[in-house]
């Protein structure tokens, strides 16, 4: 059994930047790859970043590409995702996901373990 909590959402101007946090409970931490995902109102929930249980493998939505960073410790227990030149389209509830294999995936069904969400809120 992992938890997630995600932390570090607010309210930011466009081109401003917020890094996100996921900590995880569990021993199992380090073997799992984690990925976030974010939901805009009356939109359905979209892939954002994976990263394997290594950090060896990253991935990221066209999207983000080259705006965001998934980073991971899991001498910690965490998940990052920095975000940057933020868009009012990055406006979204931002869900960290845990796989229970270690590769990356963009697929939201393959996570079994997902926090409760935080709030990204990027004015214009």
């Known amino acids: 059994q992992v938890q997630l909590v995600e932390s570090g959402g607010g309210l930011v101007q466009a081109g401003g930047s917020l890094r996100l946090s996921c900590a995880a409970s569990g021993r199992t931490f380090s073997s799992y790859a984690m990925g976030w995902f974010r939901q805009a109102p009356g939109k359905e929930r979209e892939f954002v970043a994976t990263i394997s249980w290594n950090s060896r493998y990253t991935d990221y939505a066209d999207s983000v590409k080259g705006r965001f960073t998934i980073s991971r410790d899991n001498a910690k227990n965490t998940v990052s995702l920095q975000m940057n030149s933020l868009k009012p389209e990055d406006t979204a509830v931002y869900y960290c996901?845990?796989?229970?294999?270690?590769?990356?995936?963009?697929?939201?069904?393959?996570?079994?373990?997902w926090g409760q969400g935080t709030q990204v809120t990027v004015s214009s």
């Open positions: 996901a845990a796989r229970s294999t270690g590769g990356g995936s963009w697929y939201s069904k393959e996570y079994v373990y």
